[in-house]
Nanobody, 117 residues
Framework: QVQLVESGGGLVQPGGSLRLSCTAS????????MRWYRQAPGKERELVAA????????NYADSMKGRFTISRDNAKNTVYLQMNNLKPEDTAVYYC??????????WGQGTQVTVSS
């Protein structure tokens, strides 16, 4: 059974940091590129960051560059999103996504991140 389980979300003050984790099971994690998306209330889901199957080629949405870092540990079947200098507009549900091709595309259940004073 394929599972992606996100954790690490919560309430943080502006300027604070959070580290999200997404642990995978039920498929060969190291064969999949991994992505983080987010969806704020009333908005479409947007891509936050992506990383290749071997950990190379990380890339970020423009508004996250310099603040967010995506990484992965294939030995632990886990992808991370380190988020620094958080802003209220970063408030959203954050989802991890594993993709190999259009037929093999899996999603986690999401974790809430709220940035508020």
């Amino acid at each position: 059974q394929v599972q992606l389980v996100e954790s690490g979300g919560g309430l943080v003050q502006p300027g604070g940091s959070l580290r999200l984790s997404c642990t995978a099971s039920g498929f060969t994690f190291s064969n999949y590129a991994m992505r983080w998306y987010r969806q704020a209330p009333g908005k479409e889901r947007e891509l936050v960051a992506a990383i290749g199957s071997a950990g190379g080629r990380p890339n970020y949405a423009d508004s996250m560059k310099g603040r967010f870092t995506i990484s992965r540990d294939n030995a632990k079947n886990t992808v991370y999103l380190q988020m620094n200098n958080l802003k209220p507009e970063d408030t959203a549900v954050y989802y991890c996504n594993a993709v190999r091709n259009p037929l093999y595309n899996y999603w986690g259940q999401g974790t809430q991140v709220t940035v508020s004073s």
